[in-house]
């Protein structure tokens, strides 16, 4: 089996991510249930992977490094905050049964592909080149370890901190 890395593991979730946003679009017009449940699997698992990246690999960065204000996860950070309300915007017309959403959908996948390719290309290659074998498996024990409730509640961390989750 070949070593996992962070940008194996992380890649492969942007792309299962991607797959649900094109099925909730692709659906959205025919078969509005099934589009729903993929848009609520897109959304758990958006937060989910912000909530690994904010929670437990960005940490891991910013120690190894001492980069923090100004560095790139503080960069990605701010772009979660972005990603999440233009989701929002999204998710409000999901609510109400409206399919007319392709331009907030084409201003979040726009947000979503430039961040994700950043963090592909840049970030996580850098990690990877910043960590040793057993560091990056202590990563991945962490991000199972994160109780469901973490991430269900809200998109990304600062909801999940409104919560008083933190
Ligand atoms: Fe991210
Ligand atoms: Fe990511």
New binding site residues.
């Given amino acids: 089996m070949p070593e996992r890395t962070i940008s194996t593991i992380f890649d492969e979730d942007h792309d299962r991510l991607d797959e649900l946003f094109k099925s909730f679009h692709m659906l959205k017009r025919t078969d509005f249930a099934q589009a729903t449940r993929a848009f609520e699997d897109f959304k758990i698992g958006l937060q989910r ?2 909530v690994w ?1 904010e929670d437990v690999l960005f940490p891991l960065w910013e120690n190894k490094t001492g980069m923090t204000e100004g560095g790139p996860t503080f960069v ?1 950070r701010q ?2 905050r972005e990603i999440g309300e233009s989701f929002d915007a999204i998710e409000r017309k999901v609510q109400t049964q409206n399919p007319e959403s392709d331009q907030e959908e084409q201003a979040f996948v726009d947000l979503l592909d430039r ?2 390719m950043t ?1 592909e290309q840049v970030l996580y290659p850098a990690i990877d080149r910043a960590t040793n074998a057993d560091e990056r498996e202590a990563v991945f024990q962490d991000m199972n370890n994160i109780p469901e409730a973490r991430y269900r509640t809200g998109c990304g961390a600062k909801q999940a901190r409104h919560a008083g989750l933190r």
């Fill in positions: 992977h912000m990246e990605m772009e979660h961040h994700n963090e």
